[in-house]
C-alpha cells in the first residue's frame, strides 16, 4: 500500500474549480478528473470527506446589487447542494460509495449533517460530501469546511486553489509576491493573508488543524497532498 502522510482528510474545493473553463455551471470534463483522483487516495486507503463552494452557480450580491445578505448567502447554500451531488455521482460512477450531508435538511436528497453518522461513513470507506456550509448566513464554505474538519478530526485541510500555494501578495498583480513553503496561522491572520477567511483561518488554529494548499490545476496534486510531498504550502 502508498504510504499516505494523512489517514483522514477534508477536501476542500470552490465552486469555479468545477467550472474549468466554462467559468459557470458544471464542466464535465474537470469532475470527472477531479473524482478519478478521490477514487485514488481513497484506493490508498485515505478516509476523505468534502467540502465544495457554490461560486459556479452563484456569487452573492455583487456590483452594489441590493439583494439582502441573508437571503443571498441561503441561495448560495443550496448552490453548492448541486455541486455536492455532481460529486457523488462522479465520483460513484467510479465504484466509490459516497455519502452526501446537507447543513439544511433536505431529507429526499441528502442526510442531514451527524457527526457519528459521518465518522461511520468514512471508516467504512465512503466519501462524504458535506453541503450547506455550516447552514447559517454570514459564514462562508472557508468555515465550513474548517468547522467539519474539526467535527469529524481530520488530520489535514487539502485546499486545492487556482494558485499553487500562500503567497505574501497576489502572484498575478505582484510579481514580486514571495512563495512560502510553510507558514503559521498566526502569521496568516497578521499578514492578513487571503488564504481563507479570517474565521476559518482563527478556527482552524484554535483546533491546530494542519493546511495543505496548492494548486488544483493539476488534480494529480490532491495525491501527492495525501502522501505528504512537498507541494505548495502547508499552513500550521
Not at 470552490?14 to 464542466?27: C, F, M, P, Q, W
Not at 478521490?38 to 452594489?64: L, P
Not at 447559517?136 to 474538519?149: E, I, K, M, V, Y
Amino acid at each position: 500500500m502508498p504510504q499516505i502522510k494523512y489517514k483522514r482528510v477534508l477536501l476542500k474545493l470552490s465552486g469555479e474549480v468545477l467550472a474549468g473553463e466554462d467559468k459557470t455551471g458544471i464542466n464535465i470534463q474537470v469532475l470527472g478528473t477531479i473524482s478519478d483522483k478521490i477514487k485514488e487516495i481513497v484506493d490508498m486507503g485515505v478516509q476523505v470527506a468534502i467540502v465544495v463552494g457554490g461560486g459556479n452557480f452563484w456569487r452573492g450580491r455583487r456590483n452594489g446589487e441590493q439583494m439582502e445578505k441573508t437571503t443571498a448567502d441561503y441561495m448560495g447554500m443550496l448552490a453548492t447542494a448541486l455541486n455536492a451531488l455532481a460529486l457523488q455521482d462522479a465520483i460513484e460512477a467510479r465504484g466509490v460509495y459516497t455519502r452526501v450531508q446537507t447543513a439544511i435538511e433536505m431529507r429526499e436528497i441528502a442526510e442531514p449533517f451527524i457527526k457519528r453518522k459521518a465518522i461511520k461513513h468514512l471508516e467504512r470507506g465512503r466519501v462524504v460530501i458535506f453541503a450547506c456550509g455550516t447552514g447559517n448566513p454570514f459564514f462562508t464554505t472557508d468555515t465550513g469546511a474548517a468547522l467539519r474538519a474539526a467535527e469529524i478530526e481530520a488530520d489535514a485541510i487539502l485546499l486545492g486553489k487556482a494558485i499553487d500555494g500562500v503567497y505574501s501578495a497576489d502572484p498575478k498583480l505582484d510579481p514580486s509576491a514571495i512563495k512560502y513553503d510553510e507558514i503559521t496561522y498566526q502569521e496568516v491572520l497578521e499578514k492578513d493573508l487571503k488564504v481563507m477567511d479570517s474565521t476559518a483561518t482563527a478556527l482552524c488554529k484554535d483546533n491546530n488543524i494542519p493546511l495543505v494548499v496548492f494548486g488544483i490545476s493539476d488534480p494529480n496534486n490532491i495525491v501527492k497532498a495525501v502522501k505528504g510531498e512537498k507541494i505548495g504550502t502547508i499552513v500550521k
